[in-house]
């Protein structure tokens, strides 16, 4: 082998060592990246996207909760460390915020979501607290979709209202209770005011409520406050109540 072509050798052998080296630490990286980005979608509720990684470059696909913008997606994913541009054109809006595969696994739409926080400088008592929500929740009650847990999006606006109230309370717990009517199975119907009722929590959990604070009773049929006979006393019956009992 003459001088030249060894040397052209060693230059081969190095840029290719060379190259490995960069693909073998690239591959964690992009790892890492990957996982930083589905962590902080997972935070505003936005989960089950295909995040693809090119270095910095990342692209998003999949299915978006209705009525989310995919630029706000994508905003979210721009602001992990480390991330350089973010391609959303595979972004779709679902037609529905039901699961139909599984009706019971609440989905939300994160972009509606108040997120609340800051100092409170005249916090409510239990007392005042519990008169507020029960008005609010009597004025416009908390709608979900048709056989499953999600919230309806025109009952944003309450479940908001109701998380600021709670948040203004920070010395109690929170008891949410769900209720249907009596049509149906009846362990069915105790599984869905389980499902809707967790559903509660875990919006104003989204909204800022520490988990701690909250918790769950699943009524079923079991405490109707109308007659089942009519369409108007089913859709009385279908509920979330809010029983506001100072901390321990």
């Known amino acids: 082998?003459?001088?030249?072509?060894?040397?052209?050798?060693?230059?081969?052998?190095?840029?290719?060592?060379?190259?490995?080296?960069?693909?073998?630490?690239?591959?964690?990286?992009?790892?890492?990246?990957?996982?930083r980005v589905r962590q902080a979608l997972a935070s505003y509720a936005i989960t089950g996207l295909t995040i693809e990684a090119d270095g910095r470059d990342l692209r998003l696909s999949g299915e978006i909760p209705r009525r989310t913008d995919p630029g706000y997606v994508a905003s979210i994913a721009q602001q992990v460390w480390g991330v350089r541009t973010v391609e959303f054109d595979g972004l779709r809006q679902r037609s529905s915020m039901l699961d139909k595969d599984d009706p019971l696994n609440p989905r939300f739409d994160a972009g509606r979501i108040v997120r609340l926080g800051g100092d409170l400088s005249n916090p409510m008592d239990a007392g005042t607290c519990q008169r507020t929500m029960a008005r609010l929740a009597a004025a416009a009650s908390v709608r979900f979709e048709t056989g499953g847990a999600s919230p309806m999006l025109e009952s944003y606006a309450v479940l908001n209202d109701l998380a600021s109230v709670a948040y203004q309370c920070p010395q109690t717990t929170i008891v949410i209770g769900g209720h249907t009517d009596a049509s149906g199975d009846r362990d069915a119907n105790l599984r869905l005011s389980q499902a809707r009722a967790e559903a509660v929590e875990r919006f104003f959990y989204l909204a800022g409520i520490p988990a701690q604070r909250m918790q769950i009773i699943a009524y079923g049929d079991s405490q109707p406050i109308a007659g089942n006979a009519t369409a108007e006393g089913r859709a009385a019956n279908r509920r979330i109540t809010f029983d506001v009992r100072p901390a321990d």
């Open 1 to 35: 082998m003459s001088r030249s072509t060894a040397l052209l050798v060693g230059v081969a052998s190095l840029l290719l060592l060379t190259w490995i080296t960069v693909a073998v630490r690239h591959a964690p990286i992009q790892t890492d990246l990957v996982q």
